[in-house]
């Protein structure tokens, strides 16, 4: 009797074992961790370069270098053998990169892309710098609300959305749903 109680605890601790093993095989196959992959960054290339576009590189930054290199490198017939400094400058999303040759350094010049590419990429406008021309691709924005909101930046600049209120026809939910297309920012905006 002894030897059959033994048995029945033994049976019952490995069964209990598997039964541990089995539940930690299925929650780690159920749960696997995944690697997010990071965010594209979005940049154009214009100008003296062999492939001028807009470019999705595998990278939160890209340097000037990188985003020329993206777009075939400069055209040689245009520049021939001068090479950009890979650290001039890092690039975001919604930047776009001007290519211009020179006889040793090419004129690069950085700028943002056109704001209805910025729109679709999802970054927002700056109150403080939009054109009246940009700020009316914004979604139920008036011509005379964009000129109203340029207009009141010339005596005041923008520090935040709430401040759109003080535009005659513009409520709490206009702002709200203005909130994201647009942004007041006093220096650089970094997205």
């Known amino acids: ?4 109680l033994n048995q029945s605890a033994a049976m019952v601790v ?3 074992l598997i039964v541990l093993i089995l ?3 299925f929650h780690e196959k159920r749960s696997p961790v995944q690697p997010v992959a990071p965010m594209p960054t979005v940049v154009g290339v214009e ?3 062999r492939f001028p576009g807009v470019y999705l590189l ?3 930054e890209v340097s000037v270098a990188e985003a020329i290199d993206a777009a075939g490198g400069r055209n040689r017939r245009k520049a021939a053998g001068i090479a950009v400094p890979a ?3 890092k690039l975001g999303t919604g930047t776009m990169v001007l290519v211009t040759p020179g006889s040793s350094f090419p004129d690069v010049r950085i700028a943002p892309m056109s704001a209805s590419a910025r729109l679709t990429l999802g970054l927002k406008l700056d109150l403080n710098r939009a054109t009246v021309e940009e700020l009316c691709l914004v979604p139920q924005m008036k011509p005379e609300f964009a000129a109203a909101i340029v207009e009141r930046r ?4 923008w520090s935040g959305l709430g401040e759109l209120e003080v535009i005659v026809g513009v409520g709490p939910r206009t702002t709200e749903k203005w909130a994201d297309y647009l942004r007041a920012c006093r ?3 970094r997205d």
């Open 154 to 157: 010339k005596q005041k600049i």
């Open 23 to 25: 539940l930690v095989r």
């Open 47 to 49: 100008g003296g370069v």
């Open 87 to 89: 650290d001039l400058q």
């Open 187 to 189: 220096d650089i905006c």
């Open 1 to 4: 009797m002894k030897k059959k």
């Open 14 to 16: 490995v069964a209990g």
């Open 58 to 60: 595998e990278k939160k």
